[in-house]
C-alpha cells in the first residue's frame, strides 16, 4: 500500500513543480514584456523631445533668419515645421499604440497557453488523485478480506 502512495505522491509533487515552473516562466516572460514596453515608451517621449527642441531651434534660426523677409513667409515656414512635428509624432504614436496592441494579444495568447497546460495538469493530478483512492481503496478492502 505505501508503495502505491509513495508513487502517486510523487507523481503528483513532480506535476505541482512543472506547474510552478510554468507559472515562473510565464510570470518572467510577463516582465520582460513590460520592461520592453517601458523602454520603448521612453525611448518614444525622448524622441517626442528632441523633435520638440529640435523645432524649437529651427524656429530659432528661422526668427534670426528671417528678419527682412514677410511675416507671412515666416508664419508659412513654422506652419510646415509645425505640420513635419506633428506628422512625426503622430507615426510614432501609431507605433507605439501598434505595438501595445502586439504585446497585449501575445499576452493573451501566453495566458490561453498558460491556462491550458495548467488545466492539463489539473487533470492528471486529479487522474493520479482518483488512482490513488481506488488503489487505497482497493487495499483496504484486501487487507480487510
Do not use: P
Not at 520592461?35 to 529640435?54: C, F, P, Q, W, Y
Not at 515666416?74 to 501595445?100: D, H, W
Amino acid at each position: 500500500m505505501s508503495e502505491i502512495v509513495i508513487d502517486s505522491h510523487f507523481k503528483m509533487s513532480k506535476k505541482i513543480a512543472q506547474l510552478t515552473k510554468v507559472i515562473f516562466h510565464l510570470y518572467s516572460r510577463n516582465e520582460e514584456n513590460e520592461e520592453v514596453l517601458k523602454a520603448i515608451k521612453r525611448s518614444n517621449e525622448k524622441e517626442l523631445e528632441n523633435l520638440h527642441n529640435e523645432i524649437v531651434t529651427l524656429s530659432n534660426k528661422l526668427n534670426s533668419k528671417t528678419k527682412g523677409e514677410s511675416k507671412s513667409e515666416v508664419a508659412k515656414k513654422m506652419e510646415e515645421l509645425t505640420s513635419k512635428f506633428e506628422l512625426e509624432k503622430l507615426t510614432s504614436q501609431k507605433n507605439y499604440n501598434s505595438f501595445i496592441k502586439e504585446v497585449e494579444i501575445k499576452e493573451c495568447t501566453i495566458i490561453k497557453e498558460k491556462d491550458k497546460i495548467i488545466e492539463g495538469f489539473k487533470k492528471e493530478i486529479d487522474g493520479f488523485k482518483a488512482k490513488m483512492e481506488s488503489k487505497i481503496i482497493e487495499i483496504s478492502q484486501n487487507s480487510k478480506g
